[in-house]
């Protein structure tokens, strides 16, 4: 994992060390392990152990000050994307590119301004080709196949901002101008006689192209 940055804190720098320590922990013992009810094989995000050997997850700290309102934690996070692509990655495969923005000092009632933030800057990201999940000890965002599994619990809150990717289908397939971005980018997967995608992908794919009328 490369270097935290900590920007905009009072914080004494043990602090954010403590911080990355347990969203590391967090990393090795949930997210990059399995679970039975996600309802699939592989870790919770197959993404993050690749993208840890890589050397490619990057984390950073950030507060958002003792009295956050909407704007501040939605700005937080437009300000992550902005800093994704500022970033100088190493790594020959941009795919495992992962961004972790923590902000340790929203408080527990303050977390439905993340998930609030979330729905607001979730279009910018996808128009930019990019993922961006919220996370937090309440999060109640539902697995993708398993929708009584809120899978996005983290012992502090952050965002995760990674590349678009093959199964993002699952989450971009409801709403016509995020389907499009993804058709975009990985239409040419779902032509007729290729088997480059899974079946649920396929599927998934056939029915939002379908509904949204875009391939029309």
Avoid at 170 to 179: A, I
Avoid at 201 to 210: M, Q, S
Wanted: charged letters at 25%; glycine letters at 8%; a negative charge.
């Amino acid at each position: 994992m490369n270097s935290t940055a900590h920007a905009g804190s009072g914080a004494p720098p043990e602090a954010g060390d403590q911080t990355e320590a347990t969203v590391r922990d967090w990393l090795e013992d949930y997210i990059c392990r399995p679970h039975d009810l996600i309802g699939r094989n592989g870790a919770v995000c197959p993404f993050v152990s690749p993208s840890l050997r890589a050397g490619t997850l990057e984390i950073r700290i950030r507060t958002v000050g003792p009295t956050p309102n909407a704007t501040v934690v939605a700005d937080a996070l437009l300000g992550a994307l902005e800093e994704f692509d500022l970033i100088g990655w190493t790594g020959s495969n941009p795919a495992l590119r992962s961004l972790l923005v923590v902000l340790p000092d929203l408080e527990p009632d303050q977390y439905h301004l993340l998930d609030d933030a979330h729905g607001e800057v979730k279009p910018e990201a996808v128009r930019r080709g990019l993922m961006i999940g919220q996370f937090h000890p309440a999060c109640q965002e539902p697995a993708a196949r398993n929708p009584g599994f809120p899978v996005n619990r983290s012992p502090v809150p952050l965002v995760a901002i990674r590349p678009m990717a093959l199964h993002d289908i699952l989450f971009l397939k409801d709403r016509r101008e995020w389907f499009e971005e993804y058709r975009r980018r990985f239409g040419s997967h779902f032509k007729p006689g290729r088997d480059a995608a899974e079946p649920l992908f396929a599927e998934l794919f056939r029915k939002a192209d379908a509904e949204h009328g875009v391939g029309a």
